[in-house]
C-alpha cells in the first residue's frame, strides 16, 4: 500500500533538514556542473528556472552561469489558485517575495511561455529514479507541465530519492533527471 502525499511530504521534510549541510554543499555542486554540461541545456536559447528556498538544490549558480552564457530567464510568478505564469528575470535586485515566499520578478516583468528550443527546470521535494516527483503540494507544476513543447529537468538529491513517489493519473515525469551522481532519461 502506497503511503499518501501528505504523509510522504512530511517525512521527507524530516529527511531533508536532518541533511549534512556540507552533503547539501557538495550535491548542488555537481549537480549544477551536470546540468551545466547537458546538451539540451548548452543548445537552450532560453531557461525557464525557479528561484530555489531553504533547502532544494540551489538554482542561483543555475540561473548566474545562464545568464553569463546570454540566455534569457524567465521565472515563475504564482497567480494563486494553482495558476502561475512565467516572466523574464533582469536581476535579482529586482525579484520580489512572491505569495508563496518565494522570489519572483515583479508585477511587469514580460511574460512568456515556453518554446520547443527552451529548457524548463521543474522543482520538487524529491524526485524516484522514474523521473517522477514529488512537489510542495500546491499543484501549480501539475498543472503546468501538461503539453509543454521542451525538455523538462528536475533537479534531486540522491540520499532523497524513494523508491516510488505516490502519483496520481495527472501526475508527470520529467524528460531528465539530475542528481549528483547520475543522469536519468
Known amino acids: 500500500m502506497m503511503i499518501n502525499k501528505k504523509a510522504f511530504r512530511k517525512k521527507k521534510r524530516a529527511e531533508i533538514s536532518v541533511l549534512p549541510q556540507d552533503y547539501i554543499e557538495r550535491s548542488n555542486e555537481a549537480i549544477t ?9 548548452q543548445q537552450a536559447k532560453r531557461l525557464f ?11 542561483q549558480a543555475i540561473i548566474k552561469a545562464a545568464a553569463e552564457l546570454g540566455k534569457e530567464i524567465f521565472l515563475p510568478v ?9 516572466a ?8 520580489s517575495m512572491g505569495s508563496l515566499r518565494i522570489p519572483e520578478p515583479g508585477r511587469d516583468a514580460e511574460r512568456d511561455t515556453p518554446n ?13 529514479a522514474n523521473r517522477f516527483r514529488q ?3 500546491g499543484g501549480y507544476y501539475d498543472r503546468y507541465l501538461p503539453g509543454l513543447p521542451c525538455p523538462t529537468v528536475g533537479l534531486a538529491r540522491e540520499r532523497l530519492m524513494p523508491v516510488a513517489v ?20
Open 135 to 137: 512537489g510542495q503540494g
Open 49 to 59: 528556472a525557479y528561484c530555489s528556498v531553504d533547502r532544494e538544490v540551489d538554482t
Open 116 to 128: 520547443a528550443e527552451d529548457l524548463f527546470l521543474v522543482p520538487g521535494l524529491c524526485f524516484d
Open 166 to 185: 505516490p502519483r496520481e493519473t495527472h501526475d508527470m515525469a520529467v524528460d531528465i533527471l539530475l542528481t549528483e551522481s547520475r543522469t536519468l532519461r
Open 78 to 86: 504564482v497567480l494563486g489558485n494553482g495558476i502561475m505564469e512565467y
Open 88 to 95: 523574464r528575470f533582469e536581476s535579482e535586485s529586482l525579484l
Open 33 to 41: 556542473e551536470r546540468l551545466l554540461a547537458l546538451p539540451e541545456f
